[in-house]
């Protein structure tokens, strides 16, 4: 019967060669495909996701002298930025040259990569709370983070069209599950911060929106209390971190173990 895979020797042959011959090895490129799934399917969608609802969370808890949710969202976009960074590295040292094939998949991943080198400067730098130009980095971090992860969910769309990479064609739909259950997790928690938010008749500031100002000025009383259906959040954010990983941990073993035929 037909193959339904064609493999490559690792160099040039003879037809005449009677000596075995083996496939160029494809581990780093599945390395770059694994180490960008765990950076921006499931690092970076926790550090977005709790940098967004948990900011009136486990308040007075802190790590380093720093609240919680921002240390634990600190940690999952500097995993970001260093599994990036690798994977970026081993597809280049693996190909030595740009991608020849007729696919958008190199040019945003580079993007994607740019973004997420100039995400942590852009935090290094950023006003003090009160200062004039403090709205100014809240947008422009917003954006550049968000705009980030989402090109990274379409380049890995993109990601499952190439040749080299051998990805069966119901990889998408694990993605298409992801997606969908990463924008419900979403609509839940802003729908919840919304109901929170008029059952204290305060202006808490449960996702980052909400001080968009920079004017630092929250009271004494919003600033020592978590804001109302804590306990909630936090077994949403239990679910999210299963889910997430599961999707993370099927996409990678997919990616590590193609190609898979059925």
Same mark, same amino acid.
């Given at each position: 019967?037909? %193959?339904?895979?064609?493999?490559?020797?690792?160099?040039?042959?003879?037809?005449? /060669?009677?000596?075995?011959?083996?496939?160029?090895?494809? $581990?780093?490129?599945?390395? %770059?495909?694994?180490?960008?799934?765990?950076?921006?399917?499931?690092?970076?969608?926790?550090?977005?996701?709790?940098?967004?609802?948990?900011?009136?969370?486990?308040?007075g808890k802190t790590i380093c002298g720093k609240d919680l949710w921002f240390?634990?969202?600190?940690?999952?976009? +500097?995993?970001?930025?260093?599994?990036?960074?690798?994977?970026?590295?081993?597809?280049?040292? !693996?190909? #030595?040259?740009?991608?020849q094939e007729s696919n958008p998949h190199a040019i945003l991943g580079t993007?994607?990569?740019?973004?997420?080198?100039?995400?942590p400067i852009g935090a290094y730098f950023r006003p003090h709370p009160g200062?004039?130009?403090?709205? +100014?980095?809240?947008?422009?971090?917003?954006?550049?983070?968000?705009?980030? %992860?989402?090109?990274?969910?379409?380049?890995?769309?993109?990601?499952?069209?190439?040749?080299?990479?051998?990805?069966? !064609?119901?990889? /998408?739909?694990?993605?298409?599950?992801?997606?969908?259950? %990463?924008?419900?997790?979403?609509?839940?928690?802003?729908?919840?911060?919304?109901?929170? !938010?008029?059952?204290?008749?305060?202006?808490?500031?449960?996702?980052?929106? #909400? /001080?968009?100002?920079?004017?630092?000025?929250?009271? !004494?009383?919003?600033?020592?209390?978590?804001?109302?259906?804590?306990?909630?959040?936090?077994?949403?954010?239990?679910?999210?971190? $299963?889910?997430?990983?599961?999707?993370?941990?099927?996409?990678?073993?997919?990616?590590?173990?193609?190609?898979?035929?059925?």
């Open positions: 019967g037909k %193959h339904n895979t064609a493999e490559a020797s690792s160099s040039k042959s003879y037809l005449s /060669d009677t000596g075995k011959v083996e496939g160029a090895s494809k $581990l780093l490129i599945r390395l %770059h495909g694994a180490f960008m799934l765990a950076a921006w399917i499931g690092t970076a969608s926790l550090g977005t996701f709790l940098a967004r609802y948990y900011r009136k969370t486990w308040v240390a634990w969202h600190r940690f999952f976009m +500097i995993c970001t930025w260093a599994l990036t960074s690798v994977a970026f590295i081993l597809i280049f040292v !693996e190909l #030595k040259a740009w991608s993007i994607v990569t740019v973004l997420c080198f100039l995400q200062t004039p130009k403090r709205p +100014i980095f809240n947008w422009v971090h917003w954006f550049g983070g968000n705009a980030a %992860h989402i090109i990274s969910i379409v380049t890995i769309f993109f990601a499952a069209k190439l040749g080299k990479a051998d990805l069966p !064609e119901w990889f /998408d739909w694990i993605l298409v599950g992801f997606v969908a259950f %990463h924008v419900i997790m979403h609509l839940v928690l802003s729908i919840l911060g919304c109901v929170a !938010e008029n059952s204290s008749n305060q202006r808490i500031s449960s996702f980052p929106m #909400k /001080d968009m100002s920079g004017s630092g000025k929250i009271s !004494e009383h919003m600033v020592n209390v978590d804001a109302p259906y804590s306990f909630a959040r936090k077994l949403l954010l239990g679910l999210y971190l $299963l889910v997430c990983g599961g999707f993370t941990a099927a996409l990678i073993v997919v990616t590590v173990l193609a190609p898979i035929v059925t």
